[in-house]
């Protein structure tokens, strides 16, 4: 079954304690990108990935790092968790000119 | 970059009236234009999309108008019901990087 597995669904952690949130796509997809949204706000870009070893930052990038070393996993990296981290994320995954195809979801808690 | 705009933020409608979604983007080489439900507590699904060669598309009770003209592409949901409820996002594709852009979202809300 084509899918975007992203791990965990829900992390609770504290200020500072470096987390990682992983993603796999299996469609072979060269696009990748991770979402936060907060409630009441819409989808924001943090990072974005065009292929291997290609990233680029998105709308609010700070604070957050990834990776792309093989073309199916794309690890969002939170190197010291604040508060103002709280947030649901999806990461994502595309073709040119296809639709995004989304995760289940993270809801992370920095406490 | 593109900017897409999507009016109204929420919408209220009675089951069985027909719900209309706006949204207006900026750079006249997107040329492909997704439309995402996403339940609550749920990750954000394409329910239709469109691309710049065409100017309509129905499925069902959903259909999707483009006016590349204008830059301007609407939602258009007809005998809405409970189950319809959620927030709609639209997006843009533009052409040359293949970025996408999303629009802020509408909450859509189906009164029984």
């Known amino acids: 079954e084509a899918q975007v597995t992203q791990n965990p669904r829900y992390l609770i952690t504290v200020t500072g304690k470096k987390l990682t949130v992983t993603c796999s796509q299996n469609?072979?997809?060269?696009?990748m990108s991770w979402y936060r949204q907060d409630p009441g706000l819409g989808l924001r870009q943090i990072y974005y990935s065009m292929n291997v070893e290609v990233t680029d930052k998105g709308d609010v990038p700070e604070g957050y790092k990834v990776s792309r070393k093989e073309k199916r996993n794309f690890p969002l990296i939170l190197e010291s968790p604040s508060p103002n981290q709280t947030s649901l994320y999806f990461c994502?995954?595309?073709?040119?000119?296809?639709?995004?195809?989304f995760g289940n979801g993270t809801r992370l808690t920095v406490t | 970059g593109e900017n897409v705009e999507q009016h109204p933020s929420t919408l209220s409608v009675q089951e069985g009236d027909s719900a209309v979604i706006k949204c207006t983007y900026s750079d006249s080489a997107s040329n492909y234009f997704p439309w995402y439900k996403q339940e609550l507590g749920k990750r954000p699904q394409l329910i239709i999309d469109i691309r710049s060669n065409v100017g309509e598309k129905k499925d069902q009770r959903i259909a999707v108008t483009l006016n590349k003209t204008a830059k301007h592409f609407s939602l258009h949901i007809t005998e809405t019901q409970p189950e319809d409820s959620a927030v709609y996002f639209c997006?843009?594709?533009?052409?040359?990087?293949?970025?996408?852009?999303f629009g802020g979202g509408t909450r859509l809300m189906v009164k029984p």
């Open positions: 994502a995954s595309r073709e040119r000119n296809s639709p995004l195809h």
């Open positions: 997006a843009a594709v533009q052409g040359a990087g293949n970025m996408l852009t």
């Open positions: 469609m072979n997809h060269e696009y």
